[in-house]
């Protein structure tokens, strides 16, 4: 027997319930979707935020360091990219019998003071310049690489204990 309605009771309720999950279940993909865009967005601004590097300049390192110039010692230049802080450092000095206890003394404390000062920098590569007569007053002497994990591990403070050149890394005098 067919129902006098044909069935038109059973379409209906079928359409409201459709009518109420339909807008249900788009509501939520779109939720979905969206908060899947934020969660990129945020992580592409993390990755960003953590690319970017924090700009060392020579007058931030000027305090630690000193400038150098005549007969001070200190900062002559500084340049920095992504994996490393390159920094000039002029040694004045009358005689290089005693340099390397001499620079040991004179920078250890300064090291120990720019990994404490700022705490973004990691691998540094200082070049040594020294007085010298001619045209240019300085030339290269001595260069050498340092880490975080080197100044942490070696116990900084007593560094005049450890050798200064036998414990940074990559140490290559100049001719």
């Known amino acids: 027997m067919i129902k006098a309605n044909g069935g038109k009771g059973t379409m209906t309720k079928n359409k409201k319930i459709l009518g109420l999950i339909l807008p249900l279940v788009l509501g939520f993909l779109l939720m979905t979707f969206l908060g899947a865009c934020k969660s990129e967005e945020k992580s592409e601004e993390k990755m960003e935020a953590e690319n970017e590097m924090v700009v060392i300049s020579k007058e931030m390192l000027v305090p630690v360091f000193g400038q150098g110039e005549g007969t001070d010692s200190g900062l002559l230049d500084v340049e920095q990219s992504k994996n490393e802080l390159k920094i000039s450092y002029y040694f004045f000095t009358e005689d290089l019998s005693d340099f390397d206890d001499e620079i040991e003394a004179e920078l250890a404390p300064k090291i120990q003071e720019l990994y404490t000062r700022i705490p973004e920098v990691d691998r ?43 414990v940074v890394m990559d140490v290559k005098y100049y001719e």
């Open 124 to 166: 540094t590569a200082f070049t040594i310049f020294i007085p010298q007569l001619g045209e240019t007053s300085y030339k290269p002497y001595v260069s050498f690489v340092l880490t975080r994990e080197v100044v942490e591990k070696t116990n900084w403070m007593n560094l005049l204990e450890l050798e200064f050149f036998n």
